[in-house]
């Protein structure tokens, strides 16, 4: 019990005494995961739109890979980019294992499968008689697509909500493809891991803490916007 | 508003086929709307009248030639231009997750108007559907009837040249649908747009219609203006919707003085309309089917037809009576008010006698199946 008691003190003396290696940690965290979440959903918005709102031959199967891709383990994934991106793998000439780009580029792929699967499932639900009148309206393709988005655009915020939480909290895919290298690459994820492993409780509380008050944080704009949205339909 | 058909059709399809797993659904032979006209579709359930609407207005593929104003609708730019020029408007609403005056605005918006100019003119269209008031309202928080109106706002916002409906006030109860009926034949009233109103009301049809087309397993068989096709279907099968209950097989005779004779199957012979001789099924409407309680005095009436036999069935058909009289070699139905079944003192099992005139009878040549042209129709779709 003493444990925990010192360690949350030393968490708010860390917090607010303005620890520099702390914020650096949350700062790249930020970064890393925000980054990713970008693109991730630049990207899987608009496939999931695609495999939405087509009929082709292999459809059912698409949809069963995304499906399967929302649940992939992140060290599989961490895995499978290291491989893609060592020095002798299809990607080594970028030379970007044990880079923050490194981590970047594993929590797309975590993201992208959820971001695709979730704006898919929505997208789905809407009723195909409104994508016929948004096209009898006049609409051309882009129209229709954009028109569409907006009307799913609260299922979207916890589609992004969705990826953000998964991105933040992964540990095994960046530790694997960023080293977790102290001054370099460390996010909270992997400094809460190293630092309860070597029995600094406290600072891994306060990272903790930073960790869950940043997800909070960005759940409860996210949530804010969302709900915004709710009471304008 | 029915049109000269010296004027040229705004929308005009020969030989459309929509053909889906390459089984063809419906096949236009020839089809032409006329500027100002209100054309209703016209048949039962999986007729294909909502697949045929669709195809005139660019939104399902199909084969064969779609012109708009005289060009040929080929490319999905043109496609697409149709769209622009025209509007539709479902069974369902179908409002976008916004307020009703954006939702009106919404067609406008798509085809390049600033925010401002579409929402002035989107307060327009509201007015005139009587619905200004709503402006403000989320979709979630409108009656059925006031969301369908809104729909109806939203096309009739663009201005368009065609007003395609499809089924537009089936799912709305009597009282909102005859208003807004009244409401959109002010409308169409101006002349300012033809209409394709795609329903399976046959009265509404006649309420609507400057024209009428039947459909059957997604073909046109038959088109004209209301009155003469309602008269004078050109299939059993459209008998049957009109609610033609009674249907007679037989021979069509002409007799010296020029009449037509109906001789059935059993042998008895009645008094038809017009028609060339040969096999044919009659139709007899049941409204005109007039009872008596004893046979009428032979010069007292112009009824040809006069059947004794006694009541076999008595059905309520809404606030009418369905009466099934079993005559002595068939059955003819009437239709009677209540109060006349009262007066008339009704009761199965009594005897009665059916009487009607030779122009009820109409004949059908039994070779039904092509497509036909009512009398008033044939230049026109």
């Not at chain 2, 005056?101 to 579409?118: F, P």
Request: aromatic content about 4%; charged content about 15%.
């Amino acid at each position: 019990m003493q444990i925990i008691w010192n360690g949350l003190v030393e968490a708010l003396r860390l917090l607010f005494g303005g620890d520099a290696d702390v914020y650096q940690i949350a700062l790249r965290t930020l970064w890393v995961s925000g980054l990713a979440l970008c693109f991730a959903v630049a990207a899987g918005v608009p496939m999931g739109s695609v495999v939405a709102l087509n009929h082709f031959r292999g459809r059912r199967l698409v949809v069963t890979i995304i499906n399967t891709g929302m649940a992939a383990p992140p060290v599989v994934v961490g895995l499978l980019v290291a491989l893609f991106l060592t020095r002798n793998g299809p990607l080594g000439s970028f030379r970007v294992l044990y880079t923050t780009w490194a981590m970047v580029i594993a929590q797309v792929v975590i993201a992208l499968p959820i971001v695709m699967g979730l704006s898919l499932a929505a997208l789905q639900q809407l009723d195909p008689g409104l994508r016929q009148q948004i096209v009898a309206l006049g609409a051309s393709r882009r129209q229709s697509f954009i028109l569409l988005l907006r009307e799913i655009r609260v299922a979207l915020l916890a589609t992004v909500m969705a990826a953000f939480g998964a991105v933040i909290s992964e540990v095994g895919a960046v530790i694997m493809v960023g080293g977790n290298i102290k001054g370099q690459t460390q996010v909270l994820t992997g400094a809460i891991v190293q630092e309860t492993r070597i029995g600094r409780f406290s600072v891994a509380i306060a990272l903790a803490l930073i960790l869950m008050t940043l997800a909070f944080g960005a759940n409860l704009a996210l949530t804010f916007i969302q709900q915004q949205g709710r009471r304008q339909e | 508003m029915s049109p000269s058909p010296s004027e040229a059709p705004v929308l005009a399809a020969r030989d459309l086929r929509v053909v889906r797993g390459g089984r063809s659904l419906v096949h236009v032979e020839h089809f032409a709307l006329a500027p100002g006209d209100v054309h209703v579709l016209l048949g039962a359930n999986g007729a294909g009248k909502s697949t045929i609407l669709k195809a005139l207005n660019g939104l399902e593929p199909a084969d064969g030639v779609l012109e708009f104003h005289g060009s040929v609708v080929g490319s999905a730019a043109a496609r697409l231009a149709l769209r622009r020029a025209t509007a539709a408007v479902f069974q369902r609403p179908y409002l976008l997750a916004a307020n009703v005056r954006d939702n009106v605005a919404s067609g406008l918006r798509l085809r390049g108007l600033g925010r401002n100019a579409a929402r002035q003119r989107a307060l327009e269209a509201l007015r005139l559907l009587g619905i200004a008031q709503l402006a403000g309202r989320k979709p979630g928080n409108l009656s059925g009837g006031e969301a369908q109106r809104v729909s109806i706002a939203r096309a009739l916002a663009v201005d368009p040249d065609v007003l395609f409906l499809d089924e537009p006030l089936a799912a709305l109860d009597p009282p909102t649908r005859r208003a807004l009926i009244i409401d959109l034949l002010r409308i169409f009233a101006r002349g300012e747009m033809a209409v394709v109103w795609v329903t399976h009301d046959r009265d509404e049809a006649f309420a609507v219609g400057d024209r009428v087309s039947f459909l059957e397993g997604g073909r046109i068989v038959q088109t004209g203006v209301p009155v003469d096709v309602f008269a004078h279907p050109a299939t059993t099968a459209f008998a049957e919707f009109l609610g033609l209950d009674t249907y007679l097989e037989g021979v069509i005779l002409r007799g010296m003085d020029g009449s037509t004779r109906l001789r059935l199957d059993c042998g008895m012979e009645i008094a038809c309309g017009d028609a060339p001789e040969g096999p044919a099924v009659a139709c007899l409407p049941p409204e005109d089917v007039v009872l008596f309680a004893s046979a009428p005095i032979e010069h007292s009436t112009s009824l040809r037809n006069v059947l004794p036999g006694m009541v076999n069935t008595i059905s309520p058909v809404g606030r009418l009576l369905l009466i099934a009289v079993a005559a002595e070699r068939l059955e003819v139905a009437a239709l009677v008010t209540r109060a006349a079944a009262d007066d008339l003192g009704l009761a199965v099992g009594m005897p009665i006698v059916a009487a009607f005139k030779a122009a009820a009878v109409h004949p059908i040549p039994r070779q039904e199946r092509r497509p036909a042209m009512s009398s008033s129709g044939g230049g026109q779709s």
